[in-house]
Nanobody, 124 residues
Framework: QVQLVESGGGLVQAGDSLRLSCAAS????????MGWFRQAPGKEREFVAA????????TYADSVKGRFTISRDNAKNTVYLQMNSLKPEDTAVYYC?????????????????WGQGTQVTVSS
């Protein structure tokens, strides 16, 4: 089992950057596929980005492609989401997720472990 704690959210202006971090407990972090999802008020939780267990494969939602970058440091048990050129529509609670898999998983239902979320607010 793994526990996840997100950090790095905040209030920024459109065009700014933020880096989210997700720290995982446990000694087997490298065996987990990791993902970032987000949920805006009144909307369903949606996929943002995912990374495979060793970091070789990444995949992104079309809405963030070219602006967001997911990465991981298995030595630090941490996955990151670098968010550049932020837009007001990126405003949401961002969640980190983990699952024992070698692949980059894009479906919400594929993940068993979730963090508590971190708020990102982008003002226009």
């Amino acid at each position: 089992q793994v526990q996840l704690v997100e950090s790095g959210g905040g209030l920024v202006q459109a065009g700014d950057s933020l880096r989210l971090s997700c720290a995982a407990s446990g000694r087997t972090f490298s065996s987990y596929a990791m993902g970032w999802f987000r949920q805006a008020p009144g909307k369903e939780r949606e996929f943002v980005a995912a990374i495979s267990w060793r970091g070789a494969v990444t995949t992104y939602a079309d809405s963030v492609k070219g602006r967001f970058t997911i990465s991981r440091d298995n030595a630090k048990n941490t996955v990151y989401l670098q968010m550049n050129s932020l837009k007001p529509e990126d405003t949401a609670v961002y969640y980190c997720a983990a699952e024992t898999s070698t692949r980059a998983l894009v479906k919400l239902t594929e993940y068993d472990y979730w963090g508590q979320g971190t708020q990102v607010t982008v003002s226009s």
